[in-house]
Protein backbone atom coordinates (compact mmCIF):
# COMPACT_ATOMS: atom_id res chain seq x y z
CA UNK A 1 0.00 0.00 0.00
CA UNK A 2 2.90 2.56 1.25
CA UNK A 3 4.33 1.47 -2.42
CA UNK A 4 1.34 2.15 -4.12
CA UNK A 5 0.42 5.65 -2.62
CA UNK A 6 3.95 6.80 -2.31
CA UNK A 7 4.11 7.34 1.47
CA UNK A 8 6.25 6.16 4.26
CA UNK A 9 4.70 3.26 6.31
CA UNK A 10 4.05 3.69 9.73
CA UNK A 11 5.23 0.77 12.02
CA UNK A 12 3.02 -0.67 15.06
CA UNK A 13 4.78 -2.10 18.15
CA UNK A 14 2.60 -4.16 20.23
CA UNK A 15 3.21 -7.04 22.48
CA UNK A 16 -0.29 -8.66 22.47
CA UNK A 17 1.04 -12.72 24.16
CA UNK A 18 -1.22 -14.23 27.07
CA UNK A 19 -4.04 -12.43 25.83
CA UNK A 20 -7.60 -14.20 24.83
CA UNK A 21 -8.96 -11.25 23.21
CA UNK A 22 -8.30 -8.36 21.57
CA UNK A 23 -10.18 -5.37 21.43
CA UNK A 24 -9.39 -2.43 18.44
CA UNK A 25 -10.87 0.64 18.83
CA UNK A 26 -10.72 4.21 17.55
CA UNK A 27 -11.50 6.99 15.43
CA UNK A 28 -12.65 6.56 11.64
CA UNK A 29 -9.77 6.29 9.51
CA UNK A 30 -7.05 5.96 12.39
CA UNK A 31 -5.37 2.68 10.87
CA UNK A 32 -7.49 -0.28 12.61
CA UNK A 33 -8.51 -1.84 9.28
CA UNK A 34 -5.10 -1.70 7.94
CA UNK A 35 -3.62 -2.84 10.92
CA UNK A 36 -5.56 -5.93 11.53
CA UNK A 37 -5.23 -6.77 8.11
CA UNK A 38 -1.22 -6.68 8.47
CA UNK A 39 -2.19 -8.94 11.23
CA UNK A 40 -3.83 -10.98 9.23
CA UNK A 41 -1.65 -11.46 6.28
CA UNK A 42 1.36 -11.80 8.95
CA UNK A 43 -0.17 -15.06 9.93
CA UNK A 44 -1.19 -16.25 6.84
CA UNK A 45 2.04 -15.75 5.38
CA UNK A 46 3.65 -17.27 8.59
CA UNK A 47 1.34 -20.34 8.41
CA UNK A 48 2.23 -20.74 4.36
CA UNK A 49 6.21 -20.70 5.79
CA UNK A 50 6.65 -17.44 3.87
CA UNK A 51 9.13 -14.81 5.18
CA UNK A 52 6.66 -12.72 7.32
CA UNK A 53 7.65 -8.96 7.20
CA UNK A 54 7.86 -7.71 10.13
CA UNK A 55 11.22 -7.09 12.21
CA UNK A 56 10.16 -9.86 14.44
CA UNK A 57 6.82 -11.94 14.76
CA UNK A 58 5.99 -14.60 16.86
CA UNK A 59 2.57 -16.81 17.33
CA UNK A 60 2.30 -19.28 20.60
CA UNK A 61 -1.52 -20.15 20.51
CA UNK A 62 -0.51 -24.23 20.77
CA UNK A 63 1.17 -23.64 24.00
CA UNK A 64 -1.45 -21.13 25.21
CA UNK A 65 -4.06 -23.89 25.00
CA UNK A 66 -2.36 -26.03 26.91
CA UNK A 67 -1.19 -28.17 23.62
CA UNK A 68 -4.48 -28.29 23.17
CA UNK A 69 -5.60 -29.96 25.88
CA UNK A 70 -7.55 -26.67 27.15
CA UNK A 71 -11.10 -27.34 27.15
CA UNK A 72 -12.72 -25.46 24.28
CA UNK A 73 -9.82 -25.14 22.33
CA UNK A 74 -9.42 -27.26 19.08
CA UNK A 75 -6.83 -27.69 16.92
CA UNK A 76 -7.50 -29.05 13.06
CA UNK A 77 -5.29 -29.83 10.17
CA UNK A 78 -5.62 -31.70 6.77
CA UNK A 79 -5.12 -34.98 7.20
CA UNK A 80 -2.02 -36.38 5.24
CA UNK A 81 -0.70 -40.28 5.37
CA UNK A 82 3.01 -41.29 6.03
CA UNK A 83 3.41 -41.72 2.15
CA UNK A 84 2.38 -37.83 1.70
CA UNK A 85 -0.90 -38.73 0.02
CA UNK A 86 -4.15 -36.55 1.40
CA UNK A 87 -7.29 -37.48 2.47
CA UNK A 88 -9.24 -34.00 2.17
CA UNK A 89 -10.52 -34.46 5.61
CA UNK A 90 -9.82 -32.40 8.55
CA UNK A 91 -8.84 -34.36 11.66
CA UNK A 92 -7.81 -32.81 15.35
CA UNK A 93 -4.00 -32.82 14.89
CA UNK A 94 -0.96 -30.56 16.67
CA UNK A 95 0.12 -27.77 14.44
CA UNK A 96 3.21 -28.90 12.57
CA UNK A 97 6.51 -26.80 11.90
CA UNK A 98 5.97 -27.23 8.11
CA UNK A 99 3.22 -26.75 5.35
CA UNK A 100 4.49 -29.08 3.11
CA UNK A 101 5.30 -25.86 0.58
CA UNK A 102 8.48 -28.00 -1.03
CA UNK A 103 5.84 -30.82 -2.03
CA UNK A 104 3.40 -28.64 -3.56
CA UNK A 105 5.93 -27.06 -5.55
CA UNK A 106 8.05 -30.50 -6.77
CA UNK A 107 4.62 -32.07 -7.62
CA UNK A 108 3.61 -28.57 -10.19
CA UNK A 109 7.66 -27.83 -11.33
CA UNK A 110 9.29 -31.23 -12.78
CA UNK A 111 12.78 -31.84 -10.69
CA UNK A 112 15.31 -30.53 -12.76
CA UNK A 113 17.91 -33.09 -14.48
CA UNK A 114 21.24 -33.58 -13.08
CA UNK A 115 23.64 -32.38 -15.47
CA UNK A 116 26.93 -34.95 -15.34
Not at 17 to 32: D, H, I, P, S, Y
Request: glycine content about 8%; overall charge positive; some cysteine.
Amino acid sequence: MCMEQRVKAVSNTCRIENRNLLVVTGANQGGKSTFLRSIGIAQVMFQCGLQVTASSFATRVYEEAGNGTREGVAFLSAERREDGRRTFRMIEHAPELTSFGLDLYDSIIPPMKKEM
